[in-house]
């Protein structure tokens, strides 16, 4: 069980345009779902917790208005990358933690959304 | 926020050799895990060991929570280990599943 699916895998767009990916819980509800991001050769940086039926809560110094987070159910979270640029391009990858381990339940993530803004 | 420092960041190794890699970690914690992140970008879940010891074939892990810091053993190292490995905690009273990720070691095995 745990299993979370991110869509797409990859993907290229123009710059300006907007780009949506998609986190899924496939066999268990999330309240909560994060959001990161990897540039290369770099770690994964916590950008956002996305809360079901609630606004997303942003780290420090991640555009809000550049990153819309919608989590409309319990097994969905979408993260828009708007009006993209070049410096976007990155791995985003999301992950959720399923509820019957209690407080203290490992993390399951995504197979990650490659993003290049031409 | 909590810090959390891997070593060594480069490992090199011959196929068949041992290594151990360590993640410390500045404040107490609820949750930490160890990853292994693929060339395609995976993150492979390795352990979910907030303390103690664990083992997983040729991988074992050892946390002293007490001590603020976590080892990932790998024995007769293989090809096919190659990659960033990851330690990631959840700091104690934080939001449920917030991880922060160290900066990773980068294991190359040669066969």
């Known amino acids: 069980g745990a299993v979370v699916s991110q869509h797409p895998s990859r993907v290229i767009c123009k710059s300006g345009t907007s780009v949506k990916i998609e986190c899924r819980s496939l066999d268990f509800q999330a309240t909560t779902m994060f959001w990161y991001r990897q540039f290369p050769k770099q770690s994964l940086m916590l950008m956002a917790t996305s809360n079901e039926g609630s606004k997303a809560t942003y780290e420090q110094g991640v555009e809000k208005d550049k990153f819309l987070i919608n989590h409309a159910s319990l097994t969905l979270s979408t993260l828009t990358v708007t009006s993209a640029h070049p410096e976007d391009s990155s791995f985003y990858i999301c992950?959720?933690?399923?509820?019957?381990?209690?407080?203290?339940?490992?993390?399951?993530f995504g197979n990650g959304t490659r993003l290049t803004v031409t | 926020g909590i810090q959390v420092e891997q070593s060594p960041p480069d490992l090199i190794l011959q196929e068949g050799a041992n290594s151990t890699l360590r993640c410390n970690f500045s404040d107490s914690v609820n949750n930490l895990q160890w990853f292994h992140q693929n060339p395609w970008g995976q993150l492979i879940n390795l352990f979910y060991?907030?303390?103690g010891t664990k083992q997983n074939g040729r991988l074992s892990a050892t946390t002293v929570a007490t001590e603020r810091y976590s080892l990932l053993y790998i024995s007769s190292s293989q090809t096919t280990d190659s990659g960033v490995y990851f330690c990631?905690?959840?700091?104690?009273?934080?939001?449920?599943?917030?991880?922060?990720f160290g900066r990773g070691t980068q294991l190359t095995v040669w066969p």
């Open positions: 990631a905690v959840v700091n104690r009273g934080s939001t449920l599943g917030r991880l922060y």
């Open positions: 992950s959720a933690s399923p509820p019957w381990g209690g407080s203290n339940s490992p993390l399951h």
């Open positions: 060991i907030p303390s």
